[in-house]
Protein backbone atom coordinates (compact mmCIF):
# COMPACT_ATOMS: atom_id res chain seq x y z
CA UNK A 1 0.00 0.00 0.00
CA UNK A 2 1.39 3.50 -0.96
CA UNK A 3 3.04 5.46 2.09
CA UNK A 4 0.68 8.48 2.00
CA UNK A 5 -2.37 6.21 1.51
CA UNK A 6 -1.11 4.99 5.22
CA UNK A 7 -0.24 8.05 6.21
CA UNK A 8 -3.88 9.10 5.26
CA UNK A 9 -5.67 6.35 7.19
CA UNK A 10 -3.78 7.07 10.70
CA UNK A 11 -4.70 10.82 10.61
CA UNK A 12 -7.74 10.43 9.71
CA UNK A 13 -8.52 8.35 12.45
CA UNK A 14 -7.24 10.16 14.95
CA UNK A 15 -9.22 13.37 13.75
CA UNK A 16 -11.86 11.59 14.65
CA UNK A 17 -11.01 12.14 18.46
CA UNK A 18 -12.05 15.88 17.66
CA UNK A 19 -15.50 17.19 19.23
CA UNK A 20 -17.51 20.09 18.96
CA UNK A 21 -16.28 23.40 20.74
CA UNK A 22 -12.93 21.74 21.67
CA UNK A 23 -9.72 23.86 21.63
CA UNK A 24 -7.50 21.62 19.34
CA UNK A 25 -3.52 21.76 18.71
CA UNK A 26 -2.46 21.00 15.34
CA UNK A 27 0.54 19.01 14.35
CA UNK A 28 3.36 19.95 11.77
CA UNK A 29 4.50 17.72 9.26
CA UNK A 30 3.39 15.31 6.25
CA UNK A 31 1.29 13.20 8.29
CA UNK A 32 -0.65 15.74 9.66
CA UNK A 33 -1.08 17.32 6.70
CA UNK A 34 -3.47 14.78 5.93
CA UNK A 35 -5.35 15.42 8.95
CA UNK A 36 -5.27 19.01 8.65
CA UNK A 37 -7.27 18.39 5.35
CA UNK A 38 -9.91 16.30 7.33
CA UNK A 39 -10.53 18.82 10.02
CA UNK A 40 -11.28 21.82 6.98
CA UNK A 41 -13.31 19.06 5.61
CA UNK A 42 -15.77 18.55 8.96
CA UNK A 43 -15.62 22.15 9.55
CA UNK A 44 -16.75 22.81 5.80
CA UNK A 45 -19.31 19.87 6.17
CA UNK A 46 -20.74 21.35 9.12
CA UNK A 47 -19.55 18.00 10.67
CA UNK A 48 -17.70 20.36 12.64
CA UNK A 49 -18.14 23.22 14.72
CA UNK A 50 -17.53 25.80 17.42
CA UNK A 51 -13.97 24.32 17.17
CA UNK A 52 -10.47 27.21 17.91
CA UNK A 53 -6.96 25.66 17.27
CA UNK A 54 -3.55 26.41 17.98
CA UNK A 55 -0.96 25.78 15.33
CA UNK A 56 2.34 24.00 16.21
CA UNK A 57 4.38 26.10 13.53
CA UNK A 58 4.07 29.08 10.82
CA UNK A 59 4.43 26.61 8.11
CA UNK A 60 0.86 25.37 9.84
CA UNK A 61 -0.62 28.32 10.81
CA UNK A 62 -0.28 29.26 7.20
CA UNK A 63 -2.28 26.35 5.63
CA UNK A 64 -4.63 26.23 8.42
CA UNK A 65 -5.33 29.55 7.69
CA UNK A 66 -5.25 28.67 3.92
CA UNK A 67 -8.25 26.15 4.49
CA UNK A 68 -10.66 28.28 6.77
CA UNK A 69 -9.88 27.01 10.13
CA UNK A 70 -10.00 29.47 12.96
CA UNK A 71 -7.13 30.14 14.71
CA UNK A 72 -5.75 31.11 18.41
CA UNK A 73 -2.64 31.11 20.20
CA UNK A 74 -0.86 29.77 23.12
CA UNK A 75 -0.81 32.84 24.92
CA UNK A 76 -4.62 34.01 24.09
CA UNK A 77 -5.22 30.87 25.81
CA UNK A 78 -3.81 31.32 28.75
CA UNK A 79 -5.70 35.23 29.31
CA UNK A 80 -7.95 34.51 31.56
CA UNK A 81 -10.27 37.63 30.93
CA UNK A 82 -10.79 40.38 27.99
CA UNK A 83 -10.92 43.75 28.29
CA UNK A 84 -14.63 44.26 29.95
CA UNK A 85 -13.20 41.63 32.85
CA UNK A 86 -15.43 38.94 31.53
CA UNK A 87 -13.90 35.45 31.47
CA UNK A 88 -12.69 34.19 28.01
CA UNK A 89 -10.55 31.11 28.95
CA UNK A 90 -10.03 28.70 31.76
CA UNK A 91 -6.60 29.56 32.08
CA UNK A 92 -5.27 26.40 33.61
CA UNK A 93 -2.24 24.70 32.84
CA UNK A 94 -3.82 22.47 30.08
CA UNK A 95 -6.22 24.70 28.23
CA UNK A 96 -5.86 22.86 24.67
CA UNK A 97 -8.54 20.00 25.09
CA UNK A 98 -6.49 17.35 22.57
CA UNK A 99 -3.18 18.11 20.29
CA UNK A 100 -2.93 15.69 17.24
CA UNK A 101 0.73 15.43 15.52
CA UNK A 102 2.89 12.61 14.50
CA UNK A 103 6.51 11.36 15.45
CA UNK A 104 9.61 10.46 13.22
CA UNK A 105 10.18 7.62 15.99
CA UNK A 106 8.06 5.95 18.24
CA UNK A 107 9.38 3.39 21.03
CA UNK A 108 7.95 -0.03 22.40
CA UNK A 109 7.59 2.01 25.83
CA UNK A 110 5.60 5.56 23.54
CA UNK A 111 8.76 7.45 23.89
CA UNK A 112 9.12 9.94 20.46
CA UNK A 113 11.34 11.72 18.91
CA UNK A 114 10.10 14.59 17.17
CA UNK A 115 11.00 17.72 15.55
CA UNK A 116 12.30 16.13 11.49
CA UNK A 117 10.06 18.74 10.18
CA UNK A 118 12.35 21.65 12.94
CA UNK A 119 9.06 22.65 14.90
CA UNK A 120 10.05 20.71 18.20
CA UNK A 121 10.07 24.10 20.58
CA UNK A 122 6.86 24.69 19.58
CA UNK A 123 5.32 21.15 19.13
CA UNK A 124 6.44 20.67 22.56
CA UNK A 125 4.85 23.77 24.06
CA UNK A 126 1.55 22.75 22.51
CA UNK A 127 1.86 18.98 23.99
CA UNK A 128 2.45 20.54 27.04
CA UNK A 129 -0.29 22.73 27.16
CA UNK A 130 -2.60 19.64 25.98
CA UNK A 131 -4.70 17.58 27.93
CA UNK A 132 -4.56 14.84 25.71
CA UNK A 133 -1.87 14.04 22.80
CA UNK A 134 -2.82 11.98 20.04
CA UNK A 135 -0.30 10.93 18.19
CA UNK A 136 -0.40 9.35 14.55
CA UNK A 137 2.08 7.39 12.67
CA UNK A 138 2.61 4.38 10.04
CA UNK A 139 4.34 1.43 10.90
CA UNK A 140 7.77 2.59 9.05
CA UNK A 141 7.80 4.73 12.57
CA UNK A 142 8.04 1.72 15.17
CA UNK A 143 11.26 0.66 16.76
CA UNK A 144 12.35 -1.23 19.58
CA UNK A 145 14.67 1.57 20.96
CA UNK A 146 14.60 5.74 19.88
CA UNK A 147 17.46 6.42 18.02
CA UNK A 148 17.81 3.51 16.12
CA UNK A 149 16.11 4.64 12.62
CA UNK A 150 16.22 8.65 13.84
CA UNK A 151 18.79 11.27 14.86
CA UNK A 152 17.43 13.37 17.39
CA UNK A 153 16.94 17.16 16.59
CA UNK A 154 18.38 19.41 19.04
CA UNK A 155 17.81 22.98 18.90
CA UNK A 156 19.89 25.03 19.69
CA UNK A 157 21.13 28.82 20.05
CA UNK A 158 23.27 29.97 16.92
CA UNK A 159 25.60 31.47 19.91
CA UNK A 160 26.40 28.29 20.83
CA UNK A 161 25.78 26.07 18.13
CA UNK A 162 29.77 24.57 17.98
CA UNK A 163 30.01 24.58 21.68
CA UNK A 164 26.73 22.29 21.70
CA UNK A 165 27.66 20.30 18.82
CA UNK A 166 31.09 19.67 20.39
CA UNK A 167 28.97 18.96 23.33
CA UNK A 168 27.03 16.01 21.80
CA UNK A 169 29.69 14.38 20.02
CA UNK A 170 31.51 13.98 23.36
CA UNK A 171 28.27 11.34 24.30
CA UNK A 172 28.88 9.76 21.23
CA UNK A 173 26.66 11.09 18.68
CA UNK A 174 27.72 11.90 15.15
CA UNK A 175 26.27 15.11 14.69
CA UNK A 176 25.39 17.31 11.81
CA UNK A 177 24.29 21.31 11.42
CA UNK A 178 20.71 20.79 10.01
CA UNK A 179 20.41 22.65 6.43
CA UNK A 180 17.98 23.81 4.58
CA UNK A 181 17.32 22.82 0.55
CA UNK A 182 19.17 26.27 -0.39
CA UNK A 183 22.32 24.35 1.26
CA UNK A 184 21.89 27.54 3.88
CA UNK A 185 21.47 26.90 7.82
CA UNK A 186 17.84 25.81 8.54
CA UNK A 187 16.20 28.79 10.57
CA UNK A 188 14.02 27.67 13.22
CA UNK A 189 10.50 29.43 13.65
CA UNK A 190 12.51 30.92 16.86
CA UNK A 191 15.52 32.20 15.11
CA UNK A 192 17.44 29.11 16.13
CA UNK A 193 19.44 26.16 14.66
CA UNK A 194 19.09 22.98 14.55
CA UNK A 195 21.72 19.68 15.42
CA UNK A 196 20.93 15.87 14.23
CA UNK A 197 22.53 14.00 16.87
CA UNK A 198 22.36 10.21 15.71
CA UNK A 199 23.02 8.04 18.64
CA UNK A 200 21.99 4.63 17.53
CA UNK A 201 19.74 3.62 20.52
CA UNK A 202 18.64 5.48 23.68
CA UNK A 203 18.78 2.58 26.87
CA UNK A 204 17.31 5.34 28.56
CA UNK A 205 15.24 8.18 27.75
CA UNK A 206 14.99 9.88 31.05
CA UNK A 207 18.39 10.21 31.22
CA UNK A 208 19.65 10.78 28.25
CA UNK A 209 16.73 14.28 27.89
CA UNK A 210 17.95 14.87 31.52
CA UNK A 211 21.81 15.03 30.10
CA UNK A 212 19.99 17.58 27.66
CA UNK A 213 18.27 19.94 29.73
CA UNK A 214 20.69 20.71 31.98
CA UNK A 215 23.05 21.79 29.49
CA UNK A 216 23.18 25.56 28.27
CA UNK A 217 22.81 26.97 24.71
CA UNK A 218 20.44 23.85 23.81
CA UNK A 219 17.09 25.27 23.64
CA UNK A 220 15.03 22.58 23.36
CA UNK A 221 15.44 18.76 22.26
CA UNK A 222 13.34 16.22 20.41
CA UNK A 223 12.54 13.51 22.88
CA UNK A 224 8.68 13.43 23.98
CA UNK A 225 8.63 11.60 26.83
CA UNK A 226 5.67 8.77 27.03
CA UNK A 227 4.27 10.72 29.72
CA UNK A 228 3.59 13.51 27.50
CA UNK A 229 1.40 11.05 25.10
CA UNK A 230 -2.26 10.43 25.76
CA UNK A 231 -2.40 7.28 22.49
CA UNK A 232 -0.38 6.20 19.44
CA UNK A 233 -2.45 5.44 16.27
CA UNK A 234 -0.19 3.34 13.96
CA UNK A 235 -1.43 2.54 10.61
CA UNK A 236 -0.19 -0.48 8.96
CA UNK A 237 1.01 -1.47 5.82
CA UNK A 238 -2.37 -3.77 5.28
CA UNK A 239 -4.63 -1.08 5.90
CA UNK A 240 -5.48 -1.81 9.35
CA UNK A 241 -5.11 0.60 11.99
CA UNK A 242 -3.83 -0.40 16.01
CA UNK A 243 -4.59 1.63 18.64
CA UNK A 244 -2.27 1.95 21.66
CA UNK A 245 -2.78 4.23 25.26
CA UNK A 246 -0.54 5.14 27.42
CA UNK A 247 -1.98 4.47 31.03
CA UNK A 248 0.55 6.48 32.76
CA UNK A 249 -0.76 9.85 30.90
Do not use: W
Not at 81 to 91: A, I, S
Not at 160 to 170: D, I, P, Q, R
Amino acid sequence: MNLDIIKKLAAEKAVEEIKDGMVVGLGTGTTFHFALLKIAERIKSGELSNIKCVASSKQTEQKANELGIPLTTVNELYVPEDEKGETKNDPSLTPIDIYIDGADEVDADLNLIKGGGGALLREKIVAQASKRFIVMVDETKLSHKLGMNFAIPIEVLRFAVEAEKSFLESLGSAVTIRRSSDGEHFITDEGNLILDAKVNAIENVDEFASILERRAGIVEHGLFRRELVSKVICAMKDGTVKLQSNSVS
